[in-house]
C-alpha cells in the first residue's frame, strides 16, 4: 500500500497543474504554488486553471498558495515546474522559507546559456552553501500536459544520482494511466529533454516553409544523432537516446499541435520574426533559450550539430529559414553511422577521455 504523503509542486502552469493532478489521483495532499493570487483563488474556489488546462477539473486535493512558505510547509518532497530561466531565482526563494532538507523532482528542459549547465546542476549549485537539499531527481520524457490531465497512457522516466531517489519519486508519480520508469543515466535524460525542444523549433520551422513529411523525418532522425553526439560527449548513456526521454520525447515534440516549440518554429518558418512569435506565444519556449546554450557546447566541445547551427543562426543572426535549409542539404557527403559510433568508441576509451 502507497504512502501518501504532503507534496509541494512549484509552477501552476500546464505542466505543474499537470503533475500535481497525477499526485492527487495517488491519494497525495498536494500544495501547489502559484505567483499570481487570481490563479490561486480560481484553483481553490473552482478547481480549475482555466488559462493553463482549460476544460478540466482539477481533483479537490489540490490546494493553491501564492505564500511559498504555506506552500511549502511540513514537505519534503518539491516537484519543480518552471522555466529554466527562473530556476536559480525560485531556487533561492525556496531556501529562504525551508527549515528541512527536501528532496526536489525538477521537470524543466533546457539549458542555461553561458553556464551550459543542466537543471540539476542549477539546483546543487544553488543550495551548495547550505544542508537543505537531500537529492535532486529529473522527471521527463513524452508527455504533453494537456493530454496526461485528461488521463491519457503516458510513460516517463525519472532519474537521479542515487536509484533510492529515482525509485521514490517513481512510487510517488505511478498509476494506471502514467507509468514511470527509472533511469540512472542523469546527464543523457536531460540532455534529450532539453535538446528534443530545439529540433522541435527546426520541424515547424520547416512545416511552416510548406515542407512535408521527408523533411520532417530526415529532421527528427539526423536531430537525434546530433543530441546523442553531444549527449556522449557529455559523458551520457547512448542507449538513452533510444527511450523515453530521448527518441520519445523527440517525437512527441516535433510531431503534435500541443508542442510550443513546434508552434513557434513554425510560424519563424511562415516569415514571423523572432519577437512577434515569442510575444503572440505567450508562454515560454524553452527551445529558444536552449539552442543558445547548444550552440555554445557545440563550439567548446567541437562538435559537429549543424541542424543545431543552422537553427541559431536563424534565430539570432538573420539568416533565413530557406537559406538554411539550402545549406543543410548542400553539405559535403557523409556515412550516417559511422561519426556516432567514432563518438561511442571514444566515450569508452579510458585513453580517450
Known amino acids: 500500500m502507497k504512502e501518501m504523503k504532503k507534496i509541494a509542486v ?36 473552482k478547481h480549475s486553471n482555466s488559462k493553463y488546462l ?13 505564500d511559498l512558505n504555506l506552500a511549502l510547509k511540513n514537505v519534503d518532497t518539491i516537484v519543480l515546474v518552471v522555466p529554466t530561466k527562473a530556476i ?6 525556496m531556501i529562504h522559507v525551508l527549515t528541512s532538507p527536501v528532496t ?5 528542459k533546457g539549458i542555461e546559456p553561458g553556464t551550459h549547465k543542466r537543471v540539476s546542476e542549477m539546483i546543487e549549485e544553488e543550495f551548495q552553501h547550505s544542508d537543505l537539499l537531500q537529492d535532486v531527481v529529473v522527471l521527463s520524457g513524452p508527455s504533453h500536459a494537456e493530454e496526461v490531465s485528461l488521463r491519457q497512457p503516458t510513460t516517463v522516466t525519472v532519474s537521479s544520482k542515487r536509484h533510492e531517489a529515482s525509485e521514490r519519486a517513481q512510487d510517488l508519480f505511478i498509476n494506471n494511466h502514467f507509468r514511470v520508469y527509472t533511469n540512472s543515466d542523469l546527464v543523457g535524460v536531460e540532455i534529450g529533454g532539453a535538446l528534443k525542444n530545439s529540433i522541435a523549433l527546426v520541424c515547424g520551422l520547416t512545416n511552416g516553409l510548406g515542407l512535408g513529411d521527408n523533411t520532417k523525418a530526415a529532421i527528427m532522425t539526423r536531430g537525434l544523432a546530433e543530441i546523442a553526439r ?10 538513452t537516446f533510444a527511450g523515453l526521454s530521448g527518441l520519445g520525447d523527440l517525437i512527441v515534440t516535433c510531431t503534435s499541435i500541443h508542442s510550443r516549440n513546434y508552434r513557434a518554429g513554425k510560424m519563424i518558418g511562415e516569415g514571423k520574426s523572432l519577437d512577434q512569435v515569442l510575444e503572440s506565444m505567450g508562454m515560454v519556449v524553452e527551445g529558444i533559450r536552449t539552442t543558445k546554450a547548444a550552440h555554445e557546447l557545440a563550439l567548446k566541445w567541437q562538435v559537429d550539430m549543424p541542424i543545431i547551427s543552422s ?10 529559414p530557406k537559406e538554411a535549409t539550402k545549406q543543410l542539404m548542400g553539405r559535403g ?11 561511442f568508441f571514444h566515450m569508452n576509451d579510458p585513453e580517450m577521455k
Open 88 to 93: 536559480r531565482e525560485m531556487v533561492q526563494e
Open 333 to 343: 557527403k557523409k556515412h550516417e553511422v559511422e561519426q556516432l559510433s567514432l563518438d
Open 10 to 45: 512549484v509552477g501552476a502552469g500546464s505542466w505543474g497543474t499537470a503533475l500535481a493532478m497525477v499526485l492527487a489521483d495517488n491519494e497525495h495532499e498536494v500544495q501547489l504554488w502559484a505567483r499570481r493570487s487570481e490563479q490561486v483563488v480560481e484553483i481553490n474556489e
Open 54 to 66: 482549460p476544460g478540466i477539473t482539477l481533483p479537490k486535493n489540490i490546494i493553491a498558495f501564492n
Open 311 to 320: 537553427l541559431y543562426a536563424v534565430l539570432f543572426e538573420g539568416l533565413s
Open 230 to 239: 553531444m549527449g556522449i560527449k557529455l559523458g551520457a548513456n547512448p542507449l
Open 104 to 108: 526536489i523532482i525538477h521537470a524543466s
